[in-house]
């Protein structure tokens, strides 16, 4: 007796998926169009094309799968899912519910097989895969009511209230333009976020800067001045008092200086890099300088906030100026070799695209910046809210760091543009005497001072293995003034991570690597935050203990209270 195909009673869309030529047309949307004039999903993208045989594989083994899945659903048997988006009881209590979960994550696993089956350049093949996952998160069946069992079931136990919050949150966030994370209500910045007490001893058209009170009956001599990131606000290193890196500091005995980057407007979108490095990192070293009455200070740069300040000391010391004693640099790009998923958006054609836009004048909205580093993590940062605001009406809660997340700045069109091409584009920094910034060579060789580099190891943003390489820029002669340290986490939570709380882990290696990898194979891990071991490194290059000192001095009064005006703008 000839056994049944179970295949051959699978619905009419599955039967459809044995056809090869099926599976090549999802991926068509991608391709270069043969229309002229038309524009395909990704600039440039040539026509895509399969290798032959690893398709017919992947068919097979799909429908193999398929198959299994089939008639296990067939048979009464709920598939099981370890995918935190289908883990819900309401899930594997729907058969149909837990049958569409299983097979979109089939679907997925061979969807993003077919990305690594396509024949192309590693570039072209980093972005089809990117686009895939896009594609892939957007159409799970949790994003949709019609197929989330979850949403449902609230739906019928709320009588419709579910659906009706849902739909007011969604027509609110419409008028936002953005998908609300937290309840921005619960958050006003200088009452429960950034309230280390301080004052603003300066201000530019570019930034104020903040010095902040002493909490020790004695200080160090030499201050410490931050450079934030001027992408996002400054006060992502003082949430709060607890998770205050600011206030970390302050408690060490240091004086602490700070940048709060100016939200551009149309007034300032003419600004270049240039104009960066000297109304904004050379005047606030200088400030500084002035009010502690210090040569040389403690310098530290966050993210671009730390390409910013290495630019400005590259070109200070190659002045024979030695302002620092000492620099620390935090998930900060010197060398862009490797700059992540991010390189899924930047290419020659999209780069001149932005130059011809604003490259002369006009901004990078902070939204558009918003909207693409949610797009690196759109299942946690995109469809989670889509789900739990949307779908289920649930009230995002308060979150201090979602706050700071949502609370976007604009940058210059020129500034960006010369970033983004010598940086992302042709990674020029790197090289002595390559790129020139206020027409003089930068050269970060030229920069004599310990550095000790902390990088996050889960970072999408500034790859772990992109912050060390770093290590063969500064102090090329001298290799062992630098100290690196990788801490667990990303981007953010990696760095803002509190001893108090003893959350995490860092790793640390003081012998010499000749790599990135060979530095970690001989790394320790450390339970607990690295804040501590960058304490004690600063410490070394503070001076000696002092009076605390007053704001400001007579060449720089007190202007206002911290955390000054230019944090509250908001991108327009």
């Not at 895939?132 to 079931?153: C, I, K, R, W, Y």
Request: a neutral charge; one cysteine or more.
């Amino acid at each position: 007796m000839t056994r049944p195909d179970p295949l051959a009673a699978m619905p009419a869309w599955m039967a459809q998926l044995a056809d090869t030529t099926q599976w090549q047309n999802l991926l068509k949307p991608l391709q270069l169009p043969s229309t002229p004039g038309s524009q395909p999903a990704i600039p440039g993208m040539p026509a895509v094309e399969f290798d032959p045989s690893a398709m017919a594989a992947l068919q097979v083994a799909y429908m193999q799968e398929l198959g299994t899945l089939w008639q296990n659903t067939m048979g009464a048997s709920t598939p099981a899912t370890n995918d935190k988006r289908f883990s819900a009881p309401a899930w594997q209590s729907n058969p149909a519910g837990a049958f569409n979960a299983s097979a979109y994550l089939l679907n997925a696993k061979f969807l993003n097989a077919m990305s690594d089956a396509v024949k192309a350049t590693p570039k072209v093949k980093e972005k089809i895969r990117f686009n895939v996952q896009q594609l892939v998160d957007a159409m799970s069946p949790a994003n949709f009511l019609g197929t989330n069992p979850e949403a449902q079931q609230l739906l019928l136990e709320s009588k419709g209230e579910s659906l009706t919050r849902g739909m007011t949150q969604l027509l609110a966030d419409m008028q936002k333009g953005r998908i609300s994370q937290t309840d921005e209500s619960a958050f006003e910045v200088g009452k429960n976020v950034a309230t280390t007490e301080g004052a603003v001893v300066f201000e530019n058209d570019l930034f104020q800067l903040l010095q902040y009170k002493p909490l020790t009956k004695t200080v160090f001599e030499r201050p410490l001045l931050i450079m934030p990131p001027c992408i996002n606000k400054y006060y992502i290193l003082d949430l709060q008092p607890e998770n205050s890196l600011v206030r970390y500091a302050v408690e060490q005995g240091h004086t602490v200086f700070l940048i709060s980057w100016r939200n551009p407007d149309a007034s300032l979108g003419h600004l270049t890099w240039d104009d960066y490095i000297k109304e904004g990192a050379f005047k606030a070293i200088s400030v500084t300088q002035e009010i502690s009455g210090q040569e040389q200070i403690n310098a530290l740069g966050f993210c671009v906030g730390g390409t910013i300040l290495s630019t400005a000391l590259a070109l200070l010391f190659a002045r024979g100026e030695k302002p620092v004693a000492s620099l620390t640099l935090l998930t900060a790009f010197l060398d862009f070799t490797d700059t992540g998923i991010i390189d899924v958006f930047v290419d020659e054609e999209s780069v001149v695209q932005r130059e011809q836009a604003i490259g002369k004048g006009g901004l990078m909205e902070g939204k558009e910046f918003a909207q693409t580093f949610s797009s690196l993590r759109s299942n946690d940062l995109v469809w989670s809210y889509v789900k739990s605001n949307y779908l289920k009406g649930e009230a995002p809660p308060a979150f201090d760091l979602l706050y700071w997340n949502s609370d976007s700045t604009n940058l210059p069109g020129p500034m960006f543009c010369w970033y983004l091409r010598n940086t992302y584009l042709e990674d020029g920094l790197k090289h002595p005497g390559k790129v020139s910034v206020l027409g003089e060579p930068v050269d970060f060789g030229k920069i004599a001072a310990p550095t000790f580099l902390y990088a996050s190891r889960e970072d999408h943003i500034v790859p772990w293995t992109s912050a060390y390489a770093s290590m063969a820029l500064l102090n090329p002669k001298h290799p062992k003034l630098n100290q690196f340290v990788v801490g667990a986490s990303g981007h953010i939570a990696g760095v803002i991570n509190a001893p108090a709380k003893n959350k995490r882990s860092f790793w640390s290696n003081e012998k010499p690597a000749k790599s990135a990898a060979e530095w970690m194979e001989k790394s320790t891990e450390q339970p607990g935050s690295w804040w501590p071991t960058w304490a004690t490194f600063l410490q070394k290059y503070a001076g000696k203990q002092v009076a605390p000192r007053a704001y400001g001095n007579a060449a720089y009064p007190v202007i206002e209270p911290a955390p000054g005006r230019y944090v509250k703008a908001k991108a327009g």
